[in-house]
């Protein structure tokens, strides 16, 4: 076995596994606080990737005010869509909800496929392009950087949750709404913030991803591999998020290392069905207990 190979892919697989990290943070933070299943969180990254390619590229912004502009676009749409897609259908059977969230992802590429069309686009390059050697291993430069930026602003959300207002009102919200109501916390508000936070987040993953694997209208694809981080890492948990995203992204890319890329995504669903066997709420995931 070639060590520095194993190595490389190994590394590769935990810069990948960031991102899936980052995008499940998204979908954790929506799901945390209001128990909506998120099956649009592919196509939010997607808008977060072509609102900065608008930007960038059709109205010329600069990069450092194009990246902040999309972040800050897809918050509002995030928030415009729970206002009007998602609170009407508080107290429905979350069969319901879930399918609205079916139907957004639609609604999404069909906006995209309407603005943009259905050819593929480059972002700007604004990513380092020196290589990283780690030794005799090399990582391309866009995964390693996106994997520091998946770090960062994963660590940085972690520090919200635990010190800002607004992160304690969502922590409470996901505990117990009720007991968020009785202690003046306006839950409604709470739901908004969660849907504007994890639209902003996930734009800053599409952008990322779009980086390294150009745009297109079937990038929600990627959503597939998103959901199955956050159901392997458990659907409430941060830290679930952050290791199932590294773990998926780890085994893939040892799957398609050492047995090909058409093996990637058998060997992430086998890992599903046998974390599901041992543990049905994920690794870190709450276990809800009820009594019949």
């Known amino acids: 076995m ?7 892919i190994t590394l590769a697989g935990l810069a990948g596994g960031g991102l899936y990290a980052l995008a499940a943070l998204a979908f954790v933070i929506v799901y945390k606080a209001t128990r909506v299943v998120n099956l649009a969180i592919g196509e939010m990254l997607m808008i977060g990737a072509y609102t900065f390619f608008g930007l960038s590229t059709g109205l010329s912004w600069p990069v450092w005010l194009a990246i902040p502009g999309a972040v800050v676009a897809s918050a509002l749409i995030g928030g415009l869509i729970e206002r009007i897609a998602i609170r009407p259908m508080l107290g429905e ?18 906006v995209v496929e309407l603005a943009w069309g ?4 480059r972002l700007i390059e604004f990513m380092p392009r020196d290589p ?3 030794g005799e291993a090399f990582i391309a430069p866009k995964v390693f950087y996106g994997f520091l930026t998946a770090l960062a602003l994963t660590l940085a959300v972690l520090l919200l949750f635990r010190f800002w207002r607004g ?4 922590r409470a919200t996901a505990s117990d709404q009720g007991a968020a109501y009785a202690m003046g916390i306006a839950v409604p508000r709470v739901f908004s913030l969660s849907w504007v936070a994890g639209a902003a987040i996930a734009a800053v993953a599409g952008i990322v991803v779009g980086s390294i694997g150009g745009l297109s209208p079937t990038m929600g694809i990627f959503g597939l591999s998103v959901l199955v ?12 998020a952050l290791v199932g995203g590294l773990l998926i992204g780890v085994v893939e890319s040892l799957a398609g290392g050492y047995l090909g890329g058409e093996y990637k995504l058998l060997t992430t669903f086998v890992v599903l069905v046998v974390v599901l066997m041992v543990r049905p709420y994920g690794l870190f995931g709450t276990r809800d207990i009820e009594r019949l």
């Open 167 to 170: 992160g304690v009102a969502l």
């Open 118 to 121: 259905a050819d593929t686009h």
């Open 132 to 134: 990283i050697v780690l």
């Open 2 to 8: 070639d060590i520095w190979f194993l190595i490389e």
């Open 229 to 240: 981080v956050v159901i392997v890492g458990g659907l409430d948990s941060i830290a679930g």
């Open 93 to 110: 059977p979350p069969i319901s909800v879930f399918m609205v969230t079916v139907g957004l992802s639609s609604i999404l590429v069909g």
